[in-house]
């Protein structure tokens, strides 16, 4: 597994509950080892101890064989919490007295027992036992040095205790331990899930955000839910930079459309007369050309060159032939129908396209056109000029098949009228050769 795949609510939640857990088990795995073993080691402590009083006191009985004796330390003792069975043998392993159902009743396994100790074990069941010690009556030699009597068995005490009440306290003891240990470690798993959830939310919205401007969109904000102070500052930080970008996007967005809207502008314009340019004058020629063919649309193109423009040029200089340009440019279009239009294609060359119009309304049209630049007074540096225009047009039908051929059939008409006097504007008329005529 790659760690550093791991998310960071996982690992959080790991650093803090692998430690604890450990350290709880741990605890918890002591304590009870140690408590098992405390308390088979008070059980052992309390059967010797009963088995080491009992005998001492049983001398007397056992030496006598005074049973009331006997039986009223059996009773005695059998009233000790615990206390199973008692059983009493005599020096030859015979039993005297006994209360209870001992587990062992073996006189030879008893009689090996010299002093007191544990015995077997039969589930809850631990035997103990004891012998019973007594110095023997020595009668001393007249005058002779007699040894001292050493004390010898000469019976056994036997008690048998019962423990399940001391397992079951101990099971209840290991029960509420581990319960504890695990309502501990669930506690804790809570509290970090609620602490890591505190740190790993605000950041995996973070997160989130980033990817979201990273993939284009724009005003994105993060809830401000942090739990701490430096996460409250993080999203207040990412916040004002996300407003940051959106503005600077918004911005540089604004700028890129003028510039986009601009370079649309000057690709379609004159920047001279502002009006349409040569590009914009083929696409709007094709369009009529092709509504035409498709809706039955009559039109006219006009080509239009100037009269004894360079004149201007050369006597006033170009500063002046440019003003010329604009004041015809204003002209034209003033004197257009909406839906007419008026394109500069070349030096001092413009072009009418002329919408529904007939052959002799394009006549008037381009006829009055001739008229006003004919009578226009261009004034500069006190001198005044007169121009002429020229105009040649091509009537767009149906019957037209491609752009090409009306630019060369206006074409060919404008240089007839230059050809042939200037100043007018005529129609043009296939050579006789092509259809039997030519201008008009
Ligand atoms: N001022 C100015 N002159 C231009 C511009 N473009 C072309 N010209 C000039 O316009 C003149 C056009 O030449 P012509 O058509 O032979 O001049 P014209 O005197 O009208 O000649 P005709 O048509 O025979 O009467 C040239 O001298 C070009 O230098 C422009 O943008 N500004």
């Known amino acids: 597994m790659n760690v550093a795949r791991i998310p960071l609510r996982r690992r959080l939640l790991l650093t803090v509950l692998l430690p604890m857990s450990l350290l709880i088990a741990a605890m918890a795995g002591l304590f009870l080892a140690r408590g098992e073993r405390m308390t088979q080691d008070a059980i052992v402590e309390r059967g010797l101890a009963i088995v080491s009083f009992f005998a001492p006191a049983a001398e007397y009985g056992v030496i006598s064989g005074n049973a009331d004796n006997l039986n009223d330390l059996i009773e005695a003792l059998r009233k000790l919490s615990g206390v199973a069975a008692v059983v009493l043998y005599e020096r030859g392993g015979e039993v005297i007295a006994a209360r209870g159902t001992p587990h062992l009743l073996d006189a030879a396994r008893i009689k090996a027992v010299h002093a007191p100790m544990r015995l077997e074990q039969w589930g809850s069941f631990r035997g103990f036992a004891a012998p019973v010690m007594s110095v023997p009556m020595v009668v001393d030699e007249v005058g002779g040095e007699g040894e001292i009597p050493r004390p010898e068995p000469v019976g056994w005490v036997y008690v048998e205790l019962e423990t399940s009440a001391l397992d079951a306290e101990w099971r209840a003891t290991m029960m509420t331990t581990l319960g504890l240990a695990f309502v501990i470690v669930l506690l804790t798993a809570l509290l970090a899930a609620q602490l890591t959830s505190q740190v790993s939310r605000p950041l995996a919205r973070l997160a989130d955000a980033v990817k979201r401007i990273a993939g284009g969109e724009r005003d994105v904000q993060v809830s401000d839910a942090a739990g701490s102070e430096e996460l409250h500052e993080l999203q207040q930080g990412f916040n004002s930079m996300a407003r940051a970008i959106d503005s600077a996007h918004q911005h540089m967005q604004a700028r890129i459309d003028e510039a986009t809207e601009r370079l649309a502008y000057q690709a379609m314009h004159d920047p001279l007369t502002a009006l349409p340019n040569r590009r914009a004058f083929e696409l709007a020629l094709a369009e009529m050309v092709a509504t035409s063919r498709r809706v039955g649309d009559h039109g006219a193109l006009c080509f239009i060159d100037l009269d004894n423009f360079k004149t201007v040029n050369d006597t006033v200089g170009h500063a002046a032939g440019d003003a010329l340009l604009c004041q015809i440019a204003d002209l034209i279009r003033h004197r257009l129908r909406a839906g007419d239009m008026v394109c500069r294609i070349g030096g001092d060359e413009f072009a009418m396209i002329l ?86």
Not at 377 to 382: I, T
Not at 407 to 433: I, N, S, T
């Open 355 to 440: 919408r529904g119009c007939s052959s002799a309304d394009a006549h008037r049209i381009a006829s009055g056109v001739c008229d006003a630049v004919r009578e226009m007074r261009f004034e500069w540096d006190g001198r005044t000029f007169r121009v002429g225009a020229s105009i040649g047009f091509a009537i767009i039908d149906p019957s037209v098949d491609n752009v090409t051929d009306v630019l060369r059939a206006a074409d060919h008409a404008c240089y007839a009228v230059k050809r042939e006097g200037r100043g007018y504007a005529m129609e043009y008329q296939p050579e006789p050769a092509e259809n039997g005529g030519g201008p008009v």
